[in-house]
């Protein structure tokens, strides 16, 4: 929770933003960060091995990345919102939402979606045995609509298996054709079995990249003077 905590003061003082809570952006809120607005968020799917579980939104903040580099949001999940304890057989939080990006400025176009910089943990209140399996796992959706992967499917992983070992995938990415908008898809799932295990999804950043709309190339212009030479000859010897 401390690393967690200190990563977002850091993009507080970096970029000047302010966060608001997933709470806030699902009630019709939005966050423009550069020339990229995040609108139209949703809330799509949740379902957990408790019953009584749910998510509070107030819990999860994002803030604007505005440093430099691509721009894009730093997602935070406070108080353990995303921890789970093993329950003898699989316990489980299963949380989807999503979210759509536009190129504001109308000469960018944006290229690629990635997730980096995961916070994320696993343990066990006991010795590793053989029953051990907890981890997170973000599947990302890219499309031109909500739910769509017609541009892009993106995964991170942090988990641990008995037998296996670690994974540590932190970071992925896709690429696609200029968009003026695309809409994101996040499925969450955080899980632990054995009853002495845990694991916890405390963080991750989202960044998109863009380019410039391409301009009529001089040749595609010399290209028409050309052409219009051409039937200026015609005209003529007609």
Do not use: C
Not at 49 to 74: C, F, H, M, Q, W
Not at 110 to 123: E, H, L, R
Not at 160 to 172: E, N
Not at 207 to 218: A, D, H, K, L, Y
């Amino acid at each position: 929770m401390k690393k967690t905590l200190l990563t977002l003061a850091l993009a507080l003082a970096a970029g000047g933003a302010q966060a608001i809570s997933m709470t806030e952006l699902l009630d019709n809120g939005s966050i423009t960060v550069g020339d990229k607005l995040f609108s139209d968020w949703s809330e799509v799917y949740f379902d957990s091995s408790d019953p009584a579980r749910t998510v509070d939104t107030d819990n999860i903040e994002v803030v604007g990345i505005d440093d430099g580099g691509d721009y894009g949001l730093k997602f935070s999940i406070l108080d353990g919102e995303f921890n789970v304890t093993g329950d003898g057989t699989y316990a489980y939080l299963d949380y989807t939402f999503g979210f759509k990006v536009t190129a504001t400025d109308p000469g960018m176009q944006i290229t690629d979606a990635t997730m980096g910089n995961v916070i994320a943990s696993y343990g066990w209140t006991a010795g590793a045995g053989e029953t051990e399996d907890a981890g997170s796992f973000i599947l990302e959706s890219v499309g031109t609509e909500m739910g769509a992967d017609d541009l892009g499917i993106l995964d991170v992983e942090f988990s641990y298996l008995a037998g296996t070992g670690q994974t540590a995938k932190l970071a992925d990415s896709a690429d696609f054709g200029p968009r003026q908008s695309v809409y994101v898809t996040k499925n969450i799932l955080v899980w632990a079995t054995a009853a002495t295990d845990n694991a916890g999804l405390h963080g991750f950043d989202q960044r998109f990249s863009q380019t410039g709309v391409p301009e009529p190339s001089i040749l595609g212009l010399l290209g028409l003077g050309l052409l219009g030479l051409g039937f200026a000859r015609m005209r003529r010897k007609a």
